[in-house]
């Protein structure tokens, strides 16, 4: 029987196998799609297509830091304010949502957790999306998809949304239920 317990959290859209993607395509993730899909409420969210940049698009890039800036590759057309502005939007929507949890794309210059590159020094950090959630929402948990695939990772990520969820929904169902049914008996 599926609990009722259903945390809500937003999705990086590609993960979920939405073709958002620069180049059209989808990042479909397993985890999200197979495992949490039948336990969860997603909120797809997709910071670049939110600014209207469209897809297909030019591929963006992170060229500085403090505060983060992104331009196209191609031209260096700087679109930080648009995307700065999708992404204050999209917090203030999870924000009015309650939702438990974001599930971010990693190595993007948008969603990356902490490992979107950066052009010029060589160096990553968090892409501009998930800066601007960090700053409005410091309490929200968070993991990439190198947390999906670490089962550690993906265990804490999701204690921490059950709990969330719990409150949200004044839900007794027992979190540690919750989980076994997602992960499986431990
Ligand atoms: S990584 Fe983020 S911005 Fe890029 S396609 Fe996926 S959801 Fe959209």
């Not at 007794?172 to 992960?183: E, F, I, N, P, R």
Request: proline letters at 8%; charged letters at 25%.
């Amino acid at each position: 029987m599926i609990s009722p317990l259903r945390p809500r959290i937003a999705v990086s859209a590609c993960l979920l196998g939405e073709a958002v993607r620069y180049d059209g395509t989808n990042k479909a993730h397993h985890v999200v799609t197979e495992v949490l899909a039948p336990h969860v409420e997603w909120v797809p969210v997709c910071p670049e297509v939110e600014a209207g940049f469209g897809v297909p698009r030019p591929a963006i890039e992170v060229v500085s830091e403090d505060p983060v800036r992104v331009a196209r590759v191609a031209d260096g057309e700087d679109v930080t304010e648009k995307l700065r502005g999708a992404a204050s939007n999209l917090a203030s929507r999870l924000n009015e949502l309650g939702a438990d949890g974001q599930i971010v794309k990693a190595r993007s210059p948008s969603c990356g957790l902490s490992d979107a590159p950066r052009a010029l020094s060589g160096g990553t950090g968090p892409g501009l999306y998930v800066g601007v959630l960090l700053g409005a929402l410091p309490d929200l948990p968070i993991v990439d998809e190198a947390g999906l695939d670490d089962p550690a990772r993906l265990r804490r990520f999701l204690e921490a949304v059950v709990s969330r969820a719990r409150q949200r929904m004044s839900c007794d169902v027992s979190a540690l239920d919750w989980l076994a049914q997602v992960l499986g008996a431990e």
